[in-house]
């Protein structure tokens, strides 16, 4: 179910952003819409249980439509991370309003559970989709802010940086590459989120 609702949102995101900008090839092909059904993906979400690693449907945007590209496209690509980010606000302001009227000693432990993997699950795809790799989000940022003569380079080399990528992740690299980011930046961030609502609701 959390993965469901994360990976839906992240790619509606992405085809919303994209349509509100002149792009309607997502909606022309379904994919403005908030069924899971047509956003994941049966191998990358099977991946998700195996090795912890997986992705969704990637949603078709044609740069073609916008008005401007980089702008568009920049803001297309951090659609999908930042709703991520927003469903673990929504988790965390939940949370705190449950404290705030004495519900959370009233909650089963499964929706406690359910709301910590929903947390962990949402800000691992937000920090995941925005590090600086194809085919992730963070790279097409970076493609998009780059000045023409590097873009172009980085689109002949994008292939190998993709290989590149599937290798620091499914490999045992990982513990040198990705592991130490989470390690770091996850509760980094997901303490920082704590403290805020702590203090807003003076718990």
């Not at 069924?35 to 191998?43: C, R, S």
């Not at 691992?124 to 970076?142: A, C, E, Q, S």
């Not at 690299?173 to 203090?199: C, H, R, S, W």
Request: net charge neutral.
């Amino acid at each position: 179910m959390t993965l469901m609702i994360a990976f839906t949102l992240h790619e509606f995101a992405h085809a919303y952003v994209a349509y509100k900008f002149g792009d309607d090839t997502a909606k022309k092909q379904g994919r403005l819409t908030l069924n899971p059904i047509l956003h994941l993906d049966p191998i990358g979400t099977l991946l998700i249980f195996i090795v912890g690693f997986g992705w969704a449907r990637p949603v078709p945007v044609n740069r073609f439509f916008f008005k401007n590209p980089r702008l568009a496209g920049i803001l297309v690509s951090i659609a999908g991370p930042l709703s991520n980010l927003l469903l673990v606000l929504i988790a965390f302001l939940f949370w705190y309003i449950c404290i705030a009227t004495g519900i959370a000693q009233q909650l089963p432990l499964t929706v406690i559970d359910f709301l910590n993997i929903f947390i962990d699950l949402n800000l691992v795809l937000f920090i995941f989709n925005l590090l600086p790799l194809p085919p992730l989000d963070g790279y097409r940022i970076i493609e998009d802010l780059a000045p023409n003569r590097i873009r172009a380079r980085m689109t002949q080399y994008e292939a190998y940086g993709s290989l590149i990528f599937l290798i620091l992740v499914l490999t045992p690299l990982d513990k040198y590459t990705i592991t130490p980011i989470f390690q770091t930046v996850l509760p980094f961030v997901a303490n920082g989120i704590n403290e805020f609502f702590a203090q807003i609701f003076s718990v």
